[in-house]
């Protein structure tokens, strides 16, 4: 305990225990501004307070602090949370929310600062660069920012961080209440995503069969099976089964900085995990090319394919996948070129559509890979006579001549 003569008073200072999550020591201080009496009573009211547990020590006085606090508290809980998440929790905290947020004391933040916040969001939360002409000098083009709406969506992503940070301020006991609970994120109307046609599907198939073989499987393979970009990507030679024919589905590729190599292959999203799907034989044969001209590129330089090597890769021994937005980003300048308006994940719903009209919801379900319906024995360790049937039906769409 101190009391020390400041100009115009006197100012207290109590030990307030140590701190929980730095280890470093708390105090209290107060600034009396009376006599040295009144400065006594002030401090055995404070070390009252403390007896009482009223001032618990704690690192986080600021949002921005607490945000620390909070992430690296949700990075080590236990609870499973991907590299890709991580990254994108850390891009929030780091881009909107301290900037914004950061400098506030606890008790500041309540249900009307943050439903203002949102409602900035909503208006100006992103910089998007546009094109601003020419340089005349150089000639090249010019760019300037400027800011646009951040999606309903994208705002809620930041006020579930923002309860998670304070839930936990809560329950240390740093702040009475969440304030994140009564505040009302802006709520936006799901957009439908665009599902092709069966033309346009054909079209693209056929414009990619000439121009590039390797997408072209790709998307034949992702349309077949209705497997996600991702599971596509991780699918390795091992998976593959020319004879049956079939492909297993038992990983998740996702690439992400701060990783050995830039990604990391997990389990697949499927509530019922591993999945085993039936392919058509022209699919097949089209495979067994793929993998002798990539037995071939690994010859070349006195190298061999190996088993576990990847489909899709960027290296020659089949050992780094490809990125899945490079697909993406190869497929949207087709389809953009094409007039088409739908991305990767369309071709996987108009798989959906398709089959909803041939095959029954558990076949439909099983090659999708999500749902609440329970996996019997025969789906995990053979392909079933239907879901075989929907392959074929997949295939005779895909490659019907255009009248």
């Given at each position: 305990?101190?009391?020390r003569?400041?100009?115009?008073?006197?100012?207290?200072?109590?030990?307030?225990?140590?701190?929980?999550?730095?280890?470093?020591?708390r105090?209290?201080?107060?600034?009396?501004?009376?006599?040295?009496?009144?400065?006594?009573?002030?401090?055995?009211?404070?070390?009252?307070?403390?007896?009482?547990?009223?001032?618990?020590?704690?690192?986080?006085?600021?949002?921005?602090?607490?945000?620390?606090?909070?992430?690296?508290?949700?990075?080590?809980?236990?609870?499973?949370?991907?590299?890709?998440?991580?990254?994108?929790?850390?891009?929030?905290?780091?881009?909107?929310?301290?900037?914004?947020?950061?400098?506030?004391?606890l008790?500041?933040?309540?249900?009307?600062?943050?439903?203002?916040?949102?409602?900035?969001?909503?208006?100006?939360?992103?910089?998007?660069?546009?094109?601003?002409?020419?340089?005349?000098?150089?000639?090249?083009?010019?760019?300037?920012?400027?800011?646009?709406?951040?999606?309903?969506?994208?705002?809620?992503?930041?006020?579930?961080?923002?309860?998670?940070?304070?839930?936990?301020?809560?329950?240390?006991?740093?702040?009475?209440?969440?304030?994140?609970?009564?505040?009302?994120?802006?709520?936006?109307?799901?957009?439908?995503?665009?599902?092709p046609?069966?033309?346009?599907?054909?079209?693209?198939?056929?414009?990619?069969?000439?121009?590039?073989?390797?997408?072209?499987?790709?998307?034949?393979?992702?349309?077949?099976?209705?497997?996600?970009?991702?599971?596509?990507?991780?699918?390795?030679?091992?998976?593959?089964?020319?004879?049956?024919?079939?492909?297993?589905?038992?990983?998740?590729?996702?690439?992400?900085?701060?990783?050995?190599?830039?990604?990391?292959?997990?389990?697949?999203?499927?509530?019922?995990?591993?999945r085993?799907?039936?392919?058509?034989?022209?699919?097949?044969?089209?495979?067994?090319?793929?993998?002798?001209?990539?037995?071939?590129?690994?010859?070349?330089?006195?190298?061999?394919?190996?088993?576990?090597?990847?489909?899709?890769?960027?290296?020659?021994?089949?050992?780094?996948?490809?990125?899945?937005?490079?697909m993406?980003?190869?497929?949207?300048?087709?389809?953009?070129?094409?007039?088409?308006?739908?991305?990767?994940?369309?071709?996987?719903?108009?798989?959906?559509?398709?089959?909803?009209?041939?095959?029954t919801?558990?076949?439909v379900?099983?090659?999708?890979?999500?749902?609440?319906?329970?996996?019997?024995?025969?789906?995990?360790?053979?392909?079933?006579?239907?879901?075989?049937?929907?392959?074929?039906?997949?295939?005779?769409l895909?490659?019907?001549?255009?009248?």
């Amino acid at each position: 305990m101190t009391i020390r003569q400041r100009r115009g008073g006197w100012q207290v200072i109590i030990y307030a225990g140590i701190d929980p999550v730095t280890g470093r020591q708390r105090q209290i201080t107060r600034q009396v501004n009376g006599g040295r009496r009144e400065a006594e009573r002030e401090e055995a009211r404070l070390r009252a307070e403390v007896a009482a547990g009223k001032h618990r020590g704690t690192g986080a006085r600021t949002m921005a602090e607490l945000l620390d606090v909070w992430f690296a508290w949700r990075t080590t809980n236990g609870k499973p949370i991907s590299p890709a998440t991580r990254n994108d929790y850390e891009s929030l905290v780091k881009t909107k929310l301290k900037p914004a947020l950061g400098s506030l004391r606890l008790p500041q933040v309540d249900a009307a600062i943050l439903d203002r916040y949102y409602g900035q969001l909503l208006l100006s939360g992103r910089t998007v660069r546009v094109r601003d002409g020419k340089d005349p000098a150089t000639g090249k083009r010019r760019w300037r920012a400027r800011q646009a709406p951040l999606s309903p969506s994208r705002i809620h992503q930041i006020h579930a961080v923002l309860s998670g940070a304070l839930g936990l301020a809560t329950r240390y006991g740093w702040i009475p209440v969440n304030p994140a609970t009564l505040a009302e994120p802006p709520s936006g109307k799901g957009k439908r995503r665009p599902v092709p046609s069966t033309e346009n599907v054909r079209e693209v198939m056929r414009v990619t069969a000439e121009r590039e073989p390797e997408l072209y499987l790709f998307l034949r393979l992702e349309a077949i099976t209705g497997a996600r970009p991702g599971e596509v990507v991780a699918l390795r030679w091992c998976e593959v089964d020319l004879d049956a024919p079939s492909v297993t589905i038992n990983g998740n590729v996702v690439h992400t900085r701060g990783l050995p190599g830039g990604y990391i292959r997990k389990p697949p999203k499927s509530e019922h995990g591993e999945r085993v799907l039936a392919i058509d034989r022209p699919t097949a044969e089209l495979l067994r090319a793929h993998r002798a001209r990539s037995t071939a590129r690994a010859g070349a330089w006195g190298g061999t394919l190996a088993d576990d090597a990847y489909l899709f890769a960027k290296d020659d021994a089949g050992r780094h996948p490809v990125r899945r937005d490079t697909m993406g980003k190869r497929f949207g300048g087709l389809a953009a070129e094409l007039g088409h308006g739908y991305t990767l994940y369309g071709l996987r719903h108009f798989m959906a559509t398709q089959l909803g009209a041939v095959a029954t919801a558990a076949t439909v379900r099983e090659r999708m890979g999500h749902g609440s319906l329970a996996v019997t024995g025969i789906y995990v360790h053979q392909v079933s006579e239907a879901d075989r049937a929907a392959a074929h039906h997949m295939s005779e769409l895909l490659d019907r001549k255009q009248d």
